[in-house]
Nanobody
Framework: QVQLVESGGGLVQAGGSLRLSCAASGSIVTPDTMGWYRQAPGKQRELVAAMNRISSRNYRDSVKGRFTISRDNAKNTVSLQMNSLKPEDTAVYYC??????????WGQGTQVTVSS
């Protein structure tokens, strides 16, 4: 079983920054992919950023140049640095880890609210 613990959400004004962190623990091998998704009220959950074990990164277009994902394979942690935040970034952000033998796991979610 894998547990994901997220931290770092909160309320920030437009143009501000937040850093989300997620730590994976339990019976875990290094995940193939670690990433962040978000879900705004009334909308589907969407990929924000993901990173694989060889440091290839994938971002949704609307966050490119503003968000940076990083991971520490030794500690099984993944972080998301969010700069120049916009009101449309407001959502619950979920940490996700996946591997072919590990399976697919989600964190409990952390609220990010950006005020205009």
């Amino acid at each position: 079983q894998v547990q994901l613990v997220e931290s770092g959400g909160g309320l920030v004004q437009a143009g501000g920054s937040l850093r989300l962190s997620c730590a994976a623990s339990g019976s875990i091998v290094t995940p193939d992919t670690m990433g962040w998704y978000r879900q705004a009220p009334g909308k589907q959950r969407e990929l924000v950023a993901a990173m694989n074990r060889i440091s290839s990164r994938n971002y949704r277009d609307s966050v490119k140049g503003r968000f940076t994902i990083s991971r520490d394979n030794a500690k099984n942690t993944v972080s998301l640095q969010m700069n120049s935040l916009k009101p449309e970034d407001t959502a619950v952000y979920y940490c996700n880890v996946w591997g072919p033998t590990l399976g697919n796991y989600w964190g409990q979610g952390t609220q990010v609210t950006v005020s205009s």
